[in-house]
């Protein structure tokens, strides 16, 4: 029989190594003097759009801007296009603090980097974009998950790591459990002439 996968969605992850208490300090003094805005966060704070020309922000930018751009070449996106980072944002999540399922329409690849991570601080969940999953395959169903038969992936937060994936993809954040906040940044691309 010759299997073959269609429609695939996917998850990117590496490890940067960046000077994150620097990018920490940068959050907290921005929640000091900003109430932030609410769009996905519950209990929690989200910045306004940032300046991705700040200096606190060079390193990941120039980071993430590298890493959008192989996943560009690696799904044979056009070559005379490529990506670029279109807005980014803070979230701070204390205690009790996540986000509700969304996704990030306009934008072509989404990502989290987490400044500061760890344990039973709110892992992130992806969730499949095909509605009628979840009311088919059942838990009985099936000895064991797979990219097929589940209908919901989670992520620790882990200080460090960028997570890349499609824009289009729902996703939500479980509530943080602990005393010391979960701080990510969220970034999103879109896609210009070279």
Not at 13 to 34: C, M, P, Q, V, Y
Not at 46 to 52: I, P, R, T, V, Y
Not at 166 to 182: A, I, K, Q
Request: proline content about 5%.
């Amino acid at each position: 029989m010759n299997v073959t996968p269609i429609f695939i969605n996917f998850l990117a992850t590496e490890s940067l190594k960046l000077d994150n208490g620097r990018i920490e300090k940068f959050a907290h003094d921005l929640k000091k003097l900003s109430s932030g805005r609410m769009v996905s966060n519950v209990c929690g704070w989200q910045s306004n759009n940032l300046d991705l020309k700040a200096p606190e922000l060079r390193e990941l930018c120039e980071a993430v801007d590298k890493k959008l751009n192989e996943l560009h070449a690696y799904f044979n996106l056009s070559p005379s296009r490529r990506q670029v980072i279109s807005e980014a944002w803070i979230n701070v999540n204390n205690r009790g603090g996540s986000n509700f399922t969304h996704n990030h329409p306009g934008s072509f690849f989404s990502c989290v980097y987490y400044v500061k991570g760890g344990e039973k601080k709110g892992n992130i969940e992806f969730t499949t974009p095909i509605e009628a999953h979840a009311y088919t395959i059942h838990e009985h169903m099936v000895s064991g998950y797979n990219a097929f038969t589940g209908h919901a992936i989670s992520i620790p937060p882990i200080t460090g790591e960028l997570l890349i994936f499609p824009s289009w993809l729902m996703h939500f954040v479980r509530p943080n459990d602990t005393d010391e906040d979960r701080i990510s940044i969220a970034l999103n691309s879109g896609m210009i002439e070279k």
